[in-house]
Structure formats: C-alpha cells, structure tokens
C-alpha cells in the first residue's frame, strides 16, 4: 500500500488529487460436511487451513482487520468493516475490508523514499 501511495504522484511529484485506497481480505470457511468436488478441488487446503485458524482462536477477521487499519493510518484516515457474502455450497464467505483515505499532502511530503524538490511539496496538480 504504501509504495501504492507513492505511485499516485505524478511525474513531476505532484500530487494529482485526493487519493483512497481499498483493501479487501475475503474468507471462505467450510459450514457443510458436503462439500461439492468442483468447487473444493482448488481451495481446500486454504479453506481447511483459514477455517482451522479461526476455530483455534489463533486468528480472527476482526483481529486482521484492526492490524491492517493499524498500519495504514498511518498514512491518513481509515475505515474499515465487514461485508457478508453469504453461504454457497457449504462454504461461507466474508469479505473483511479497509478504505485508506484521503492522502493528506502531508502524508508525501513525510514518505522517507520520496526526495520531494522543497518548492515542489504541497503543491497539487489540476
């Protein structure tokens, strides 16, 4: 994310407007004892995994979703929640999520792998 922040300033280091970003971080978890073999074949071991995690307690969508927005508020205001997919096939999907944004200004002017030009800092593009 950050070196996504870093892309959005133009090729004079301007900065082109109000940037956001979105992640998203879906889950799948097995709610049925049948399961069909099409869909299973190629994300078993992850969805058996992930699954197993959060019933161990060792990981938590809410856990996730606070260490990410952790992270990224540092580059400006964030928000996060939870989106319920639903259940098909036996599999249930969330699609835990943070928005990063807007990128104040301040943000670029303070990103130690950019060398701003100081006459050049805060300054947007139109």
């Given at each position: 994310?950050?070196?996504?922040?870093?892309k959005?300033?133009?090729?004079?280091?301007?900065?082109?407007?109000?940037?956001?970003?979105?992640?998203?971080?879906?889950?799948l978890?097995?709610?049925?004892?049948?399961?069909?073999?099409q869909?299973?074949r190629?994300?078993?071991?992850?969805?058996?995994?992930?699954?197993?995690?959060?019933?161990?307690?060792?990981?938590?969508?809410?856990?996730?979703?606070?260490?990410?927005?952790?992270h990224?508020?540092r580059?400006?205001p964030v928000?996060?929640?939870?989106?319920d997919?639903?259940?098909?096939?036996?599999?249930?999907?969330?699609?835990?999520?943070?928005?990063?944004?807007?990128?104040?200004?301040?943000?670029?002017?303070?990103?130690?792998?950019?060398?701003?030009?100081?006459?050049?800092?805060?300054?947007?593009?139109k």
């Open positions: 994310m950050f070196r996504d922040v870093e959005s300033l133009t090729w004079h280091y301007m900065i082109m407007g109000e940037v956001f970003s979105v992640v998203l971080l879906p889950n978890r097995i709610v049925s004892n049948r399961l069909p073999y869909i299973m190629k994300i078993e071991g992850k969805v058996s995994f992930d699954d197993f995690m959060r019933r161990s307690g060792q990981v938590s969508d809410e856990a996730t979703v606070q260490e990410v927005s952790r990224l508020s580059l400006g928000r996060d929640g939870l989106i997919a639903g259940t098909e096939s036996g599999v249930r999907v969330t699609v835990p999520y943070v928005i990063l944004g807007s990128v104040p200004v301040e943000t670029y002017e303070n990103l130690p792998s950019l060398k701003l030009v100081p006459r050049q800092r805060g300054q947007r593009g």
